[in-house]
């Protein structure tokens, strides 16, 4: 059985169709392309609508929604996490155009935001008297075989504060590890033990605390 857009006015089949309790033959009367360019072009319109509606909900009511958004993060994280990472992995010059295009709107803000990041944690280096040399990077390097010492990875590796700077922790031949750029933005301002599974936490101390 087929069925006539009212928006195309194409006759197409019912599977081509949403479902509706209203509509005729149980189905919406847009057919699913013609409802998805219109979600398209009417997505900055409905998104500012939506803003202008959160903007004028009183202080407490803004509180229980972000409550209530935090507990489904939380209890779904994992789920959420994967999503995001197939979604970039079968997007990857989408989400490459849209951070690209954000940060020439934004580029202002964003050299703020770094600037203060680097005069923060340039503080925390002088309050520990940190002093991190070349020689030391390549020891530590060496130590782990130039990999990840989280997900194996050779390609754009940091030297990480194993126990993190923002705790009082300076950046020594005992206290640095290899991490790769993504394993290392994971990690934050983690502790190891809240970061690294128990083997890897074990190999890791073995290296920088030999008996």
Known sequence: MNKICTKCNTE??????????TGINGKQSWCKSCKHENHIV?????????????????EEDKNERRKVFKNYYYSNKERII???????????DKVKEYHKE????????????ANLRWRKRRAFKRSV??????????YTLDLFNRSCVNCGSTENL????????SKGHALTRSNAVVLCNSCNCSKSSKMPEDFYSHGILLEINAKLNPI
Do not use: G
Request: aromatic share 8%; glycine share 0%; proline share 4%.
């Open 158 to 165: 940091c030297i990480d504060h194993h126990y993190p700077l």
């Open 12 to 21: 197409k089949p019912l599977d081509d169709f949403n479902k509706s309790k």
């Open 82 to 92: 994967k999503q995001h990472k197939e979604y970039v992995k079968d997007n990857i």
């Open 129 to 138: 008297n940190e002093s991190y040399t070349k020689e030391d990077e390549q």
């Open 42 to 58: 009417n997505r900055e319109h409905r998104l500012s609508i939506m803003k202008d509606r959160y903007n004028a909900l009183p």
């Open 102 to 113: 954000y940060r020439k709107k934004h580029i202002k803000h964003l050299n703020h935001m």
